[in-house]
């Protein structure tokens, strides 16, 4: 699978908002940049049972999600000390439907910003 997103608002501490989605294996793809030299790996929401963030009012609205199925979540992969982590703070959420996608900041209390990956997917 490989499909282009405009995101509504550049990532943290990224420039542009122009990226292509492209599958590396089951659940796990690179979102690489358009306007950059940049390619980040995002993992599918779908491939971590227990990450089930809920969205605001405002966050839907932005995004156009009318029913669940609407949206597509990818969590950024951070690779740092050889031991990959997951950012389940700010996961970026895209409709499926217009292609339009952000970075959305859940609740800081609820979910990490470095979550082990190993724990997430023996759980």
Do not use: K
């Amino acid at each position: 699978m490989s499909a282009t997103v405009e995101l509504i608002a550049p990532l943290a501490g990224i420039p542009g908002t122009s990226y292509v989605i492209d599958e590396v294996d089951a659940g796990l793809f690179t979102l690489r940049s358009l306007s950059e030299p940049l390619r980040l790996f995002v993992v599918e929401g779908a491939s971590l049972p227990t990450y089930q963030p809920e969205l605001d009012d405002a966050q839907i609205a932005a995004l156009g999600l009318t029913e669940p199925d609407d949206a597509e979540l990818y969590v950024v992969v951070n690779p740092a000390d050889g031991t990959p982590t997951l950012n389940l703070l700010a996961p970026i959420i895209v409709n499926r439907h217009s292609r339009r996608g952000a970075q959305l900041v859940l609740d800081a209390s609820r979910w990490p910003l470095r979550a082990s990956l190993d724990e997430l997917l023996a759980s």
